[in-house]
């Protein structure tokens, strides 16, 4: 007798890593940077709003998201049919890969990027094509135009880039739409779009307004503070919202998480405020990192990107040592979340004494 045998792709389905949690340390506080999370305890109103929700747990969720896409189109300006609500924007990308690609079908996205994109896409049997970042982390978007083929159904464009920090411009990525026939999609993932500060910005609803094409994907997890809800949503043409919510799993979006969403968007000013606190420990991250000589590309997101080739593991573990948890990615760098302020000067504290060229000083 033999075990039936999943589909040939699911052994390629990369293992998902996740941020480690923080050990308990007798006598320190030890603080996760390994998951850009938000670091703020839920502001009142949520935590009430989601409390209230817990009497109906016997209940199925509104699987039309009403209140959360009324919510949405009013806050956005944009039509109720243009939303597709998921169990946070990674279940989106599993979504979109199962209503447009056929199995060998490619998607192309920048790399390192997303961990998720590769694990959703060997999922759905499409083929991950993967263009490397330049030396400053950024997406390389001439090669990614050139890398679409007749087997390109999706383009994943992720602004601000996870893990290594920088955005695309607005003028960026006009060029790169111009180059990609509109039978390809075009998914601007804006996980982190609260926490941008720069010139030439991508005003996302303006690029999928003026085009049939562009999806864009956003999140509650970061800014807002509600990853343990899993709650995102996309913004497409009517065509492809419909196309994303009739993959969906029915009743995905639990009610806690709808209350919970539509309350933070009633928040939004109040979280808004956090999330410029955030920027401003973030720029006094980098501003400490650069002092000392690191050579960190350019962060837009709620995170720093360390460089670190063969010294992961090495920065992983002084970083530990201080009580922060960082996120390694094997031979090729960490990545850190801005947390509390305490977790934030221990960071620069441990890059210090680190070293930016190989000299570990001893902690
Ligand atoms: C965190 C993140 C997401 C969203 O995750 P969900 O919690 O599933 O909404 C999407 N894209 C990127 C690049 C992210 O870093």
């Given at each position: 007798m033999s075990t039936p045998q999943p589909r040939a792709h699911v052994e390629r389905i990369p293992a998902y890593v996740p941020g480690r949690p923080p050990t308990t340390r007798p006598g320190t506080t030890t603080y996760k940077l390994s998951s850009n999370e938000n670091p703020y305890p839920p502001l009142p109103g949520v935590v009430e709003a989601a409390h209230r929700a817990v009497d109906t747990m016997n209940r199925y969720p509104d699987m039309g998201s009403t209140l959360l896409y009324a919510g949405l189109s009013d806050r956005?300006?944009?039509?109720?049919?243009d939303l597709a609500a998921g169990t946070g924007s990674v279940a989106l990308i599993y979504q979109l890969l199962t209503a447009y690609c056929d199995p060998g079908d490619e998607v192309v996205h920048a790399w390192?990027?997303?961990?998720a994109y590769p694990i959703a896409i060997t999922s759905a049997g499409a083929v991950s094509v993967r263009v490397p970042v330049d030396a400053d982390g950024r997406h390389d978007l001439d090669a990614m135009a050139a890398a679409?083929?007749?087997?390109?159904r999706v383009v994943m464009v992720c602004?601000?880039?996870?893990?290594t920090g920088p955005s695309v411009t607005q003028s960026e990525l006009d060029a790169f739409l111009a180059r990609v026939p509109s039978h390809v999609l075009v998914v601007v993932d804006e996980a982190y779009l609260e926490f941008v500060r720069m010139d030439?910005?991508?005003?996302g609803l303006a690029t999928y307004r003026g085009r049939p094409n562009v999806v864009l994907f956003r999140t509650f997890s970061k800014a807002y503070g509600l990853a343990g809800f899993r709650v995102g949503y996309a913004v497409a043409p009517a065509p492809v919202a419909a196309a994303l919510r009739a993959v969906s799993l029915p009743f995905g979006v639990s009610t806690v998480a709808q209350v919970a969403a539509v309350a933070s968007l009633d928040a939004e000013q109040a979280l808004l405020e956090r999330v410029d606190a955030l920027v401003v420990e973030r720029d006094r991250v980098v501003e400490g990192l650069r002092q000392v000589g690191w050579r960190v590309p350019s962060p837009q997101g709620n995170f720093v990107w360390f460089d670190l080739g063969a010294r992961t593991a090495a920065f992983a573990a002084a970083a530990e040592e201080a009580g922060i948890v960082v996120r390694p990615f094997a031979g090729e760098g960490c990545r850190v979340s801005i947390g509390e302020d305490e977790a934030n000067t221990r960071l620069v504290d441990v890059a210090a004494r680190f070293g930016p060229d190989g000299d570990v000083a001893p902690l």
């Open positions: 956005l300006g944009v039509p109720v049919e390192r990027s997303f961990e679409v083929t007749d087997r390109t602004t601000p880039n996870n893990p030439d910005a991508v005003d």
